[in-house]
């Protein structure tokens, strides 16, 4: 186990966090130092590569994101071994119940928090991938899918970059199918099984390992495209891998983007309106930015 800090200042410790969460594709957690006012976010992934190279890439987008916002602080990268410790018992202490809108509800399996009439539940226990719904990113993709769905119609889905499983999942109970869900990390995969076989939707939901750039035009489950499709990825990867994502969109289908900088954003648009996409609707938190568009 290890343990990857950002020092940082309070105004900026969403944007720290919300970096960390993008690179390493798990929660992160943040220290407050009653006495100085300053902030520690950090991450624990199980396994890194070269201590070197996190560093350097760590340095590059914290370099990039000090663009976009207020004081960042010091950013002292800090980078130590762990002796591993029961993380189940930490995240009951953060993790809550939470809805969106009036469709879904997104609880952990140790919440007895009961459903409103008409919304799904989706039973999460992170563990070690990201997404929780919490996130903005995360929550704006749930709500899109939920707003996408149209009761009685088919309607198939691809989640890139599925982490925890949630949004598949969520597709699941929504009522999409076929449904494809892949991720390049194979502990996301393992968490992301796990979750779906709690949710009892494992015949319809078993997430891939796969690399987004080596994407097929087709798959033996869905040989046609698909209705929705959920990329919520760095702004790089989504824009290089354009061709392979909409390739695979249905016309009229929708596209939802997630976890862009705010100062990327008109990148994503410009190069999906050049595959004939048009923004609907988008979301902006102080950082971030993201979107839905229609083929």
Request: a positive charge; glycine letters at 8%.
């Amino acid at each position: 186990m290890w343990q990857v800090s950002i020092s940082t200042t309070p105004q900026a410790e969403e944007a720290v966090a919300c970096l960390l969460e993008r690179h390493f594709r798990q929660p992160a957690s943040t220290y407050c130092d009653e006495a100085t006012g300053a902030r520690t976010v950090s991450i624990y992934p199980q396994r890194l590569p070269p201590i070197q190279t996190v560093r350097a890439r760590l340095r590059d987008a914290f370099g990039r994101l000090r663009d976009c916002g207020p004081d960042f602080g010091a950013g002292r990268i800090t980078i130590k071994s762990l002796p591993r410790q029961n993380w189940a018992e930490s995240w009951k202490r953060h993790f809550k119940p939470i809805e969106i809108d009036r469709f879904l509800l997104i609880r952990p399996a140790w919440s007895r928090r009961r459903a409103r009439q008409g919304q799904r539940v989706v039973i999460l226990d992170p563990g070690l991938s990201f997404g929780t719904g919490h996130h903005h990113t995360t929550f704006f993709c749930l709500q899109q899918l939920a707003r996408c769905r149209h009761p009685g119609q088919d309607q198939s889905f691809l989640d890139i970059g599925t982490g925890s499983g949630i949004l598949a999942i969520a597709a699941a109970k929504l009522g999409y199918s076929p449904i494809e869900a892949f991720d390049n990390d194979p502990a996301a995969v393992r968490v992301s099984r796990q979750n779906a076989k709690k949710n009892h939707v494992q015949h319809r939901v078993w997430p891939q390992r796969r690399d987004l750039t080596t994407l097929k035009d087709t798959h033996p489950r869905n040989p046609h495209g698909y209705d929705v499709i959920c990329a919520n990825l760095a702004c790089n990867l989504l824009t290089s891998a354009t061709s392979k994502i909409c390739g695979k969109l249905n016309p009229g289908g929708q596209l939802i983007v997630a976890g862009i900088l705010r100062r990327e954003f008109a990148e994503v648009v410009k190069t999906l309106r050049g595959f004939n996409l048009t923004l609907l609707d988008s979301m902006n938190d102080r950082y971030w930015k993201s979107g839905k568009f229609v083929l």
